[in-house]
């Protein structure tokens, strides 16, 4: 499913073949996010280059293919179910779309990029049938054990046609939080659309580029997101299998998202919430070089900025621990170059994570219970996005006189 030889993403763009790509950011050499390596291990993290591009045709956000998906997603160490915030987004979209779209239990929703199954499980409670389509092996296993269906394959369009012919077409197909991350995004459409009838939903969320530029969100740039999509990106990409952009909802997760809702093309009406998003985009520059620039700079200051922060905290005596070894922590460390003296561990909920370090700058990841050994004074919240949640966590743990600070798009305490 991916060619680290085809250019995309760097000669030529992945939604719509254009070769006139703008460089936006490059952040270097940096590890695969997730390519966490256990702590006595001798090995180290293999890095590839980190380099935001965006066509000019199409403004879609992109990084080159310098891992394959295989090489990113075989072996896992994501969970969505570790997220209360996150289960909670999950129950709620089950509910709106039972009644959205009056499912019933005769039903099929195929989610793809199932993940653990948090969200399919929540489809189950309700009585409806459910299959997931989740690449990567372990992270499948967890879901069958948990009672869900799961085939472990990287979508495309021959495995859309097998799920179809063995399972039926599908009445919703939720695949939120994917898109972004396949780097033949074509042969991934053409995949789901084997899986639609005339009836049948596409549920596509994912993080906004027009909030990352907005918020200086350069944390969310890693090999495993190999696009950045915006509703513009996501309206022509759909035109070229045959479907069509329906409808968007903006969302407040990963710090503003958008959900597409996507048919085949003339079969349903339009919504007016796809030209208000489209115009919307163009307001806020997405066409404009200027909105790049300037978000470039931004960024490069946010690194500097959380830096110096850490080097002023070791300069008075204060220790500073990390929590969240997310993608997002695995990003701005390694692009900060911080070391263990300036954060010696981070913390996270996750047992997938724990007695891991984080590839690159080889801090070790640690269970919460034990930051209470290092007695902080200072905890950076990697995830931002969920911030409040963890800074319960944190403050149950370690009390309400430790500062909590996040870092993106600067230093604030929260």
């Known amino acids: 499913m991916g060619d680290k030889e085809s250019g995309r993403g760097v000669n030529s763009c992945r939604g719509c073949g254009h070769e006139d790509l703008v460089n936006v950011l490059d952040l270097g050499l940096q590890p695969l996010s997730n390519g966490l390596i256990k702590i006595e291990s001798e ?20 990084l080159g293919e310098f891992a ?35 499912l019933t239990p005769s039903d099929l929703i195929i ?3 199932s993940n653990d199954g948090y969200l399919l499980k929540e489809f189950k409670n309700l009585g409806i049938r459910v299959l997931g ?26 495995v859309g046609k097998q799920i179809a012919a063995q399972y039926g077409k599908a009445s919703l197909v939720p695949a939120n939080n994917v898109l972004a991350h396949v780097p033949n995004m074509h042969d991934f459409l053409l995949g789901i659309r084997e899986l639609m009838s005339d009836e049948t939903l596409l549920s596509v969320e994912n993080p906004s580029m027009m909030s990352m530029l907005d918020n200086v969100q350069f944390d969310t740039i890693y090999h495993e997101h190999f696009s950045y999509l915006t509703a513009t990106s996501v ?38 919430s796809v030209h208000n998003t489209l115009a919307s ?5 997405i066409d404009n070089l200027e909105t790049y620039k300037k978000f470039q700079r931004r960024s490069e200051d946010a690194i500097a900025g959380f830096k110096d922060f850490l080097v002023q905290c070791a300069a008075n005596g204060q220790t500073v621990l990390g929590y969240g070894a997310a993608a997002k922590a695995v990003v701005l460390l390694n692009a900060a170059d911080v070391s263990t003296d ?20 080889d801090i070790p990841i640690i269970a919460p219970e034990s930051m209470i050994d290092f007695a902080p004074d200072v905890v950076v919240v990697f995830p931002w996005n969920i911030a409040g949640e963890l800074k319960s966590v944190i403050q149950s743990l370690l009390g309400t006189q430790v ?10 305490t929260l």
């Open 43 to 62: 090995l180290s993290a293999t890095l590839y280059p980190l380099h935001l591009r965006v066509c000019k045709s199409c403004w879609l956000g992109q």
């Open 68 to 102: 394959t998906p295989t090489e990113i997603f075989e072996d896992y160490r994501y969970l969505s179910s570790v997220s209360q915030t996150w289960i909670s987004h999950a129950r709620l979209y089950a509910q709106q779309c039972v009644i959205k779209l009056d």
């Open 111 to 113: 989610e793809i990029a």
């Open 133 to 158: 389509v989740e690449p990567a092996h372990n992270v499948a296993e967890i879901a069958q054990a948990q009672g869900i269906d799961t085939i472990s394959e990287f979508m495309g369009q021959q």
């Open 235 to 272: 309206n022509k990409a759909v035109k070229e299998v045959e479907l069509e952009l329906i409808d968007v909802e903006q969302l407040s997760t990963h710090g503003g998202s958008n959900r597409y809702w996507i048919a085949k093309a003339g079969v349903r009406e339009v919504q007016p």
């Open 281 to 285: 985009e163009q307001e806020s520059g």
């Open 342 to 361: 300036l954060l010696p561990a981070v913390a996270d909920a996750g047992s997938e994570k724990q007695g891991y370090r984080i590839p690159g700058v």
């Open 403 to 412: 500062q909590i600070v996040i870092a993106i798009p600067e230093i604030q």
